[in-house]
């Protein structure tokens, strides 16, 4: 009876045509995305997990080229990556806590600010008196931002089940290089542009992450020499933010933007401003393209749309790595007869050609 309507299926897959499997592809991509939206949760851990073992993975090969066992060199790269980022926790949490106890000063200032430009908008026949007896104390709004965007129980679990999902999936990872190199023995041009592929994304992780970490130094670094209160919590903001494409270091500045104009007016404005224009000339051009093995172009817009769905989607977690999450499905793309159509549709289908520049694939 199995037999039977197996062979049915199999006789009637042929007989739709070209459109009538587009549409039923389209129908089922439909329902997979609603799917993802609902488990949008646990799909974050299990991606952004996936993002930070491609990251750690470079460091983890090259412990194990050097003798280390693989259980050895994920143990040491664990406890590596766990000091820096409770190194970057007490920094950021150093200089909330410097914020928090000086907001009476900030409200002082901002309230000066605000009679300044009531002041001059007066003077030309406009009234804000109304506008800027509104603005609430700072006392007790900056407080409650940052209560509701850190929800510390949820996070603390969020940064468990990551950890934990990471450090298994670099334990996992030669194993799982070997058995999908067992599978593509027969292709071995398939095997080849997954390796280059996947080492395309390791590449333009590792290279944003470098990019981001001079940025948020350079950044926080000017604002300390400038006086703006908070400059390591801006510059950590930026650098984590630096991962969402064109927009991520706009909103990054804005912080910065507003502390520099309560402190300084309008002048500690222009010089953020200045501050963000230059680093922006300096280090997302030269050298991000410095650091990266090949230039990475990919068409505007579909980075943009990439924000846009990611982030609908998977939320923060999607905008920060829309751009890595984009290149897994132009993967998935790729090794479809039906479909692989689409990366050349969208401009990306040169990332799949061999160059003399393209970065390496992961050895096991």
């Not at 406009?126 to 007896?133: N, S, V, Y």
């Not at 927009?247 to 507003?258: E, K």
């Amino acid at each position: 009876m199995i037999r039977q309507q197996n062979t049915r299926i199999m006789s009637f897959a042929p007989s739709l045509s070209r459109t009538e499997r587009t549409l039923i592809f389209v129908g089922l991509a439909i329902l997979v995305i609603f799917g993802i939206k609902e488990g949008a949760s646990i799909v974050s851990i299990v991606l952004v997990s996936l993002i930070l073992a491609l990251l750690l993975y470079p460091a983890t090969r090259w412990l194990r080229e050097r003798g280390i066992p693989n259980a050895g060199a994920v143990g040491i790269v664990t406890i590596v990556a766990c000091l820096v980022v409770l190194l970057g926790l007490v920094l950021v949490l150093k200089s909330f806590d410097v914020i928090v106890t000086d907001l009476p000063q900030y409200q002082a200032e901002l309230t000066e600010r605000l009679a300044g430009l009531t002041a001059f908008f007066g003077a030309h026949g406009i009234d804000l008196t109304q506008m800027t007896a509104q603005v609430p104390s700072l006392v007790t709004v900056v407080p409650q931002i940052f209560s509701s965007l850190l929800n510390v129980g949820t996070a603390l679990m969020n940064v468990f089940f990551i950890a934990v999902t990471t450090i298994f999936m670099l334990l996992e990872a030669p194993a799982f290089i070997g058995r999908v190199e067992t599978l593509l023995k027969d292709q071995p041009e398939k095997l080849r542009q997954l390796s280059r592929m996947s080492g395309y994304i390791i590449d333009f992780i590792v290279v944003r992450t470098e990019t981001n970490m001079v940025h948020g130094v350079l950044f926080g670094g000017s604002l300390a020499l400038m006086g703006v209160h908070g400059a390591i919590l801006w510059g950590t903001l930026t650098f984590l933010l630096g991962y969402i494409p064109y927009i991520g270091l706009i909103i990054a500045a804005i912080p910065a933007l507003i502390f520099a104009w309560i402190q300084f007016g309008m002048w500690g404005v222009v010089a953020v401003i200045a501050v963000v224009c230059i680093l922006n000339l300096i280090v997302e051009n030269p050298v991000f393209s410095w650091l990266a093995a090949r230039k990475f172009e990919i068409p505007a817009l579909i980075v943009i749309l990439s924000v846009i769905f990611w982030g609908w989607l998977l939320g923060l977690a999607g905008m920060l790595f829309c751009v890595p999450f984009t290149l897994m499905v132009c993967i998935l793309f790729h090794f479809s007869d039906e479909l692989h159509w689409v990366n050349t549709l969208f401009g990306v289908g040169h990332l799949f050609e061999e160059k003399a520049t393209d970065p390496p694939g992961p050895d096991r």
